[in-house]
């Protein structure tokens, strides 16, 4: 059979899977219960070394007695890599079925998959047939953390019926294969997370280079600034500080760079909040040269600060699980009285912001708002789903990318949490930091002094410097792709990626007229799907903005309204149910634009 470089790759990680899981099967050649205590992980392989019997019941009394927590790590590394194996397995059936017509050595590991996934399936079916002492001997692994039922409590494995998964799914690109372990959609669920909020913070260096005893200490720091600030929201802000990434930056102290000479390890923190705030923590710790234990944290260093979040106002949290950025329509016009509609629309959002912070009463209906939506899509995540599919394919993201993540997001765990993480990094990434670095490198702080031409934005050197940042953003997309493991995570990713550059498309030229003003030179005109996301900005905007002025509705009315949104949204995208007063909204931003 012909073989590419990717085949080969896909080829090699079958083999490997197919050995550890062998060697996992193995050690139930008696049928009291497979366990991992003769497994030991070497370089991701597994190997099997058999134990007497004895010995191996000495050990097993003494973990049942005492425990330890050597072994119990030792363990959770076996059964990650074990489940990874499976999984693998899985995946690659359309493979295992190529290789049964290949070359000798393909059909001998194409016999070798089916084997080991006969002997898996085994184990699986014997978990209902074991006699009373293999069920007590089960039992025994169990508790002394040899076994999971994670692995065992599952049905079997049909190869044929996944290759005709595959098939039937050939022709949608990067599409996911469906799991059906919640053992694995947890694991998932947390390691997607953590890839995006990496990319969304910058960071490919969260938290390697500090120890735990300074990760706990600066958490704990955090915490006190945030009870000390009686921050709102504090519950919401206080795990967060336990969730999200810490960026971490290592550098020589500035008194010495010799030898022996002190080293600053700086933490930092951006905290979203569910009330629409982003609160930023920062501390450091000295140490003496390379010393990771005698650490001393700065006092004077760790410092809170709070900011209007810059990503989406409302964050796709807030809304309906999707935003767009308000940065897309002019924040700061030099001429007000030109725009009535838009700088109504400012002012509440200046006063809500003011009372986001001071008013304990509002930040707990932001939160209480956010947590209801978070539970109505949860209660009925398939209706929710399907509608984000519909408002995406409106955007014209591409379909296979799209398709694929939002058949992944079925199968995972904290559904809403992950959809409104992968929104909000894809116009983070390519539509808010580009347009945020344009402005604060450009801009005076003064608006008058931004009327003159001396400190105007030139509009080409603004463009080249736009797509330069999508442009890094991409290539640090491909990289995360190419170095994730699994298909759920390539497939969040490479949905971030393309929805980033499907945004960063219809975005510039949006981003370029809300400039206008501050621009040496004229943008160029707007199309009508630009007019559309104009629309759709002022009416995200104006609906949080009554949400938060009136009482918090029951579960039913908030489920509602949140399809409403998203219906509404794919509507005006494809150029429908356009209201008299959002033609209004498109007159006045013309007169600053230009754009008649």
């Known amino acids: 059979m012909k073989q590419n470089h990717g085949h080969q790759i896909s080829r090699e990680h079958l083999k490997r899977a197919v050995q550890k899981l062998a060697a996992f099967a193995s050690s139930d050649k008696n049928r009291n219960g497979p366990h991992l205590f003769d497994l030991q992980l070497r370089d991701d392989v597994i190997v099997s070394q058999p134990t007497p019997r004895l010995k191996r019941a000495i050990a097993l009394t003494r973990s049942l007695l005492v425990g330890s927590a050597v072994e119990r790590e030792r363990s959770e590394r076996l059964l990650n890599t074990l489940v990874t194996a499976i999984d693998e397995i899985k995946d690659q059936a359309l493979l295992v079925e190529q290789l049964r017509h ?25 978990e209902e047939k ?17 076994i999971s039922t994670q692995i065992l409590n599952q049905r079997p494995v049909n190869l044929s019926k996944l290759c005709d998964h595959h098939i039937a799914y050939r022709n949608r690109p990067h599409c996911a294969p469906v799991k059906d372990t919640e053992y694995t959609t947890v694991n998932l669920t947390s390691r997607i997370r953590g890839a995006i909020q990496k ?24 915490i006190t600034l945030l009870q000390t600030h009686g921050v709102p929201s504090l519950k919401y802000a206080m795990e ?12 020589a102290s500035d008194l010495t ?39 001393i944290p700065i006092s004077n260093s760790f410092r809170l600060s709070t900011r209007t979040q810059s990503s989406t106002f409302p964050s796709p949290a807030l809304c309906c699980g999707w935003a767009l950025c308000d940065v897309l329509i002019p924040t700061m016009p030099l001429h007000p009285e030109r725009v009535p509609t838009l700088s109504r629309l400012l002012q509440r959002r200046q006063k809500l912001s ?36 519909e408002l995406i394919t409106a955007l014209d993201v591409e379909t296979g990318a799209a398709n694929c993540y939002f058949d992944s997001l079925h199968q995972l765990t904290q559904k809403y949490e992950l959809l409104c993480l992968a929104n909000q990094t894809a116009i983070q990434l390519f539509v808010t930091e580009p347009l945020h670095n344009i402005i604060h490198d450009g801009l005076s702080e003064s608006p008058e002094q931004n009327r003159l031409p001396t400190h105007r934005l030139d509009i080409n050197v603004a463009t080249n410097q736009y797509l330069s940042m999508t442009a890094s953003n991409t290539l640090a997309l491909l990289s995360a792709i190419n170095s994730a493991t699994s298909p759920f995570e390539i497939a969040t990713l490479r ?6 550059e499907r945004l960063s498309t219809l975005c510039l030229p949006l981003a370029m007229a809300a400039l206008t003003e501050q621009l040496s030179s004229m943008p160029p005109s707007l199309k009508e799907i ?15 903005l009554d949400d938060l002025t009136r009482p918090v509705p029951n579960r039913e009315a908030i489920s509602n309204a949140m399809m409403r949104t998203i219906t509404d949204s794919t509507q005006i995208l494809r150029g429908r149910n356009i209201q008299p007063v959002h033609n209004q909204f498109i007159k006045e931003l013309s007169t600053i634009t230009g754009h008649q």
Request: proline share 3%; with cysteine; glycine share 4%.
């Open 102 to 126: 290949g070359d000798p050595s393909e059909q001998r590991l194409a016999a070798a998959a089916h084997r080991v996934i006969d002997q898996y399936n085994a184990m699986i079916r014997n």
């Open 130 to 146: 074991r006699s009373i002492k293999q069920t007590v001997t089960r039992y025994l692994y169990q508790k002394a953390g040899w």
């Open 199 to 222: 990319l969304a913070f910058n960071s490919h260096k969260e938290e390697q280079d500090a120890t735990k005893a300074e990760l706990d200490a600066y958490r704990m720091k955090a």
């Open 240 to 251: 967060a500080v336990h969730n999200t990434p810490i960026v971490v930056e290592n550098k």
């Open 257 to 295: 760079q010799s030898d022996g000479a002190p080293s600053i390890i700086n933490l930092r923190q951006r905290l979203p909040t569910a009330s629409g705030l982003e609160i930023l923590l920062e501390g450091a710790f000295q140490r003496t040269s390379d010393d990771r234990i005698n650490s």
């Open 354 to 389: 003011r009372e986001l912070f001071n008013n304990r009463e509002t930040a707990a209906r932001a939160d209480i708002l956010a947590k209801e939506r978070c539970k109505a899509f949860e209660r009925a995540p398939r209706k929710f789903i399907e509608a984000h599919r």
């Open 495 to 500: 949905y971030v990626k393309a929805h980033g």
């Open 530 to 544: 630009h007019n559309r996301l104009q629309v759709l900005v002022y009416c995200q905007q104006e609906s949080y």
